[in-house]
């Protein structure tokens, strides 16, 4: 059964970068033609969509977030990676990897359980 | 963007009850080619990611109770608990997958009353 766990820093300093990664267990990222995503929720609020990245690397971003952005996959270590600079204490949220489907215009399924990040000094 | 509105933002419903969440797009999610409304529902219990309940507007994912079900087409959506149970108790989004960026309603918080 596909799983998906994401790590990094549970605290960023504000204009700094956000870096997680997401680990892919029970499959392959290369082996499939699948798209993988983040998607964040801040405390008590609603969900937003990072952006989503193929197997190949081809990416979509949301465009409010696109100049500060990075999406990448680490085949090698069957991992997805989200870099995010200059946040802001706005930023603070649960960060979700997701998995999508073999065309970017699909639903997500499964998630990862999320990891909080707080952005303060 | 796409912009998605849910009603009701919360709703209590008594056990055993129908409950339905409506779910509006700003323009149709219906792709003509295929007849396919790119919507989906996802149900988010407290401290948990949310889980896939039904796609393509309308399919069950498997495992899903078949109390869940999901209507509509173009712009308007609905999902329906058919008879709530305890464990339904949750938020509920909807989101598009339309085109990008992919964007959710704000959530429908269910309760039992």
């Known amino acids: 059964q596909l799983q998906l766990q994401e790590s990094g820093p549970g605290v960023v300093k504000p204009s700094e970068t956000l870096s997680l990664t997401c680990t892919v267990s029970?499959?392959?990222?290369?082996?499939?033609?699948?798209?993988w995503g983040w998607i964040r929720q801040p405390p008590g609020k609603g969900l937003e969509w990072i952006g989503s990245?193929?197997?190949?690397?081809?990416?979509y971003y949301n465009p409010s977030l696109k100049s500060r952005v990075t999406i990448s996959v680490d085949t090698s270590k069957n991992q997805l990676s989200l870099k995010m600079s200059s946040v802001t204490a706005a930023e603070t949220a649960v960060y979700y990897c997701?998995?999508?489907?073999?065309?970017?215009?699909?639903?997500?399924?499964?998630w990862g359980q999320g990891t909080l990040v707080i952005v303060s000094s | 963007d796409i912009v998605m509105t849910q009603s009701p933002d919360s709703l209590a419903v008594s056990l055993g009850e129908r409950a339905t969440i409506n779910c509006k797009s700003s323009?149709?999610?219906?792709?003509?080619?295929?007849?396919?409304?790119?919507l989906v529902w996802y149900q988010q219990k407290p401290g948990q990611p949310p889980k896939l309940l039904i796609y393509?507007?309308?399919t069950r994912e498997s495992g899903v109770p078949d109390r869940f079900s999901g209507s509509g087409s173009g712009t308007d959506f609905t999902l329906t608990i058919s008879s709530l149970q305890p464990e339904d108790v949750a938020v509920y989004y909807c989101?598009?997958?339309?085109?990008?960026?992919?964007?959710f309603g704000q959530g429908t918080k269910l309760q039992i009353k």
């Open positions: 029970g499959g392959s990222i290369s082996s499939s033609s699948y798209y």
């Open positions: 997701v998995k999508g489907g073999n065309s970017v215009f699909n639903w997500f399924d499964p």
């Open positions: 393509w507007a309308s």
């Open positions: 323009q149709s999610v219906l792709y003509t080619s295929n007849n396919k409304n790119y």
């Open positions: 990245i193929s197997y190949g690397g081809s990416t």
């Open positions: 989101q598009q997958y339309y085109s990008t960026p992919f964007t």
